[in-house]
């Protein structure tokens, strides 16, 4: 079986397993709303707040905030939750590149929707005129397949480590921190409505991050699946 069809069983199987139990979808999404709700009651102990100057890019950063939180618990565990016996059945039906690019694809149409939905629930309680909505839109978009990319491939690297939640909580922080600056930015021109053009520099940055962290995975994965 070639790499294509190995990774879209593989993909159909993390889609039918969560179809079926769907506690990171429920759990994520709880999260989120009782997040966004309790900002909401917060900045509503402080009357007069949305007018204010600063409420713009305060509503920007919490925004990410919530989404990364949201990705972290969403696929931090996606390699933690698989036991030795099920790790040793991939490895004599799949190859290593199969399932970490199985594992990315599934986790980037995941973070997808719950991004999309974790948006729609925030301008719902949160009223906000966006520059350019279908901007800042794609920066959402952008921003889960980056989280989606990078906690992927430290969950792998973590659950070699004897499922290590310090460890990767620290290999985040160096790879997370340019990724949310980048985003802050780029969905700041979206919501000023300055022109797309401002953001493609954004944009180029986000493409280079998330193909090195493909790259690395491709070629680091198989290493980490012989042990």
Avoid at 92 to 98: D, E, Q, V, Y
Avoid at 114 to 138: E, H, K, Q, R, W
Avoid at 171 to 177: D, N, R, S, T
Wanted: with cysteine; net charge positive.
């Amino acid at each position: 079986m070639n790499l294509f069809n190995q990774v879209k069983f593989l993909l159909r199987k993390e889609i039918l397993l969560e179809w079926r139990a769907k506690y990171a979808f429920n759990g994520v999404l709880l999260y989120v709303v009782s997040t966004v709700f309790v900002c909401y009651i917060s900045f509503n102990l402080s009357p007069g707040f949305s007018q204010n100057q600063g409420y713009p890019i305060v509503w920007n950063v919490l925004f990410w905030i919530i989404l990364l939180f949201a990705s972290v618990n969403a696929i931090a565990k996606s390699f933690m939750q698989e036991n030795s016996n099920r790790l040793l059945y991939y490895y004599t039906i799949a190859s290593a590149k199969a399932i970490i690019l199985a594992k990315i694809i599934y986790n980037c149409l995941l973070m997808m929707l719950l991004s999309t939905m974790a948006l729609i629930v925030y301008l719902l309680f949160f009223t906000n005129n966006l520059g350019d909505p279908l901007c800042y839109y794609l920066a959402v978009l952008s921003g889960s397949i980056s989280f989606s990319m990078v906690f992927t491939m430290l969950s792998a690297i973590a659950s070699k480590a004897g499922n290590n939640g310090t460890l990767m909580a620290v290999l985040c922080f160096p790879i997370i921190i340019p990724v949310i600056l980048v985003l802050v930015r780029f969905s700041k021109n979206a919501m000023d409505g300055l022109d797309r053009s401002a953001s493609q520099h954004d944009i180029i940055v986000l493409a280079g991050i998330n193909a090195i962290v493909v790259a690395t995975s491709l070629i680091l994965f198989p290493y980490l699946w012989r042990d």
